[in-house]
């Protein structure tokens, strides 16, 4: 008579208790499941190298164009005393880089 209450209550909590894997379970000779996992995986793997990707040359784009701006002014305090000729240039330079 305990066996068959501890049995059933064993049965019981086991049966209660569900365990969801996200996970995809492919067989050993399954080659077409396996083929699709891989091919998930990577361009998972692909999309988060390339959101990396943008975030960084954002980064530097936004750096490059804060030196190029420091570096303009300075060129145009620098230019202030010099002959028209120097000015021109220096005007040449900054419609150059503004493209």
């Given at each position: 008579?305990?066996?068959i209450i501890f049995l059933?209550?064993?049965?019981?909590?086991?049966?209660?208790?569900?365990?969801?894997?996200?996970?995809?379970?492919?067989?050993?000779?399954?080659?077409?499941?396996?083929?699709?996992?891989?091919?998930?995986?990577?361009?998972?793997?692909?999309?988060?190298?390339?959101?990396?990707?943008?975030?960084?040359?954002?980064?530097?784009?936004?750096?490059?164009?804060?030196?190029?701006?420091?570096?303009?002014?300075?060129?145009?305090?620098?230019?202030?005393?010099?002959?028209?000729?120097?000015?021109?240039?220096?005007?040449?330079?900054?419609?150059?880089?503004?493209?």
């Amino acid at each position: 008579m305990k066996t068959i209450i501890f049995l059933t209550i064993f049965l019981i909590f086991n049966l209660n208790i569900s365990v969801f894997s996200s996970e995809e379970k492919c067989g050993t000779f399954d080659i077409s499941c396996k083929t699709k996992k891989f091919v998930k995986d990577t361009k998972d793997f692909q999309k988060s190298g390339l959101d990396k990707s943008k975030k960084q040359l954002d980064k530097n784009k936004n750096t490059i164009l804060k030196v190029k701006d420091k570096v303009v002014e300075d060129v145009k305090d620098t230019a202030e005393g010099v002959s028209t000729e120097v000015k021109k240039g220096v005007e040449g330079v900054k419609n150059e880089i503004k493209k």
